[in-house]
């Protein structure tokens, strides 16, 4: 008959938790910039980069989205993508902040 220790158990148990946690967080998304944040607001962030402010931004052109800018994280195909600028929190690929740096 084998006994199990209550070392044995902790650690079992232990291991079984941190397995389910890092597959549940494989298929985990970042979650998407809003407009409205006070970090994408200050910057002029837009979805659609067609949406931006031609007054308060009068440098944008059409031209200018987020999957075209130095700081996109991401293939410049995937519809979302990470940006420095704004922590864990994607962009969209259309999108467009003051920050945009032409990708050279």
Sequence with gaps: ???????????QAAATAGATLSAASVGAQPARIDEKDPQAVAL?????????????????????RCDNCQLY??????????????GTRQVAGPGW???WVRKG
């Design 1 to 11: 008959m084998h006994t199990t220790t209550r070392r044995c158990f902790m650690l």
């Design 44 to 64: 002029g962030y837009r979805h659609d980069t067609n949406q931006v402010d031609k007054v308060k931004f009068p440098r944008h052109a059409a031209s200018q």
């Design 73 to 86: 994280q991401a293939k410049a195909t995937d519809p979302w993508g990470g940006c420095p600028l704004f």
């Design 97 to 99: 902040c003051s920050a």
